[in-house]
């Protein structure tokens, strides 16, 4: 067998728009595709999709089965933003051996882990 790569993440979303929202304009991802109202692809990295799936019969949102983690420049600058727009903050920033991490909550009560790498001095 060959080694897998990772290719997307679904991610099951109460309210498709209110969701599109949040991972475009406070995480910056770009729509890659928009299937509404059943799925919008946003562009993790090349070849790396998040796709965000309406609520159904089929598929759930349930908060605390999956925990998304994402770099920032600034993770501070970051949940200062947040706080003004208003984003849940589950934890404030602390440091960790590789940098500074924080997690603030999706508009479905995901948890998302946001982090900065330690500067070198």
Excluded at 59 to 76: H, I, K, M, T
Aim: overall charge negative.
């Amino acid at each position: 067998m060959g080694l897998a790569s990772l290719s997307a993440v679904m991610l099951v979303c109460g309210d498709l728009h209110r969701s599109l929202r949040f991972y475009r304009d406070i995480l910056g991802f770009r729509v890659t595709a928009d299937a509404a109202p059943a799925r919008i692809d946003l562009e993790l990295r090349e070849g790396v999709a998040l796709s965000l799936h309406a609520r159904s019969g089929l598929l759930a949102v349930r908060p605390g089965s999956l925990q998304l983690g994402f770099c920032v420049e600034n993770v501070d600058g970051f949940l200062a933003d947040c706080r003004h727009l208003e984003v849940p903050i589950f934890q404030d920033a602390y440091d960790e051996p590789f940098g500074r991490v924080a997690v603030i909550g999706d508009p479905d009560g995901y948890p998302i882990q946001v982090a900065s790498p330690r500067v070198q001095s």
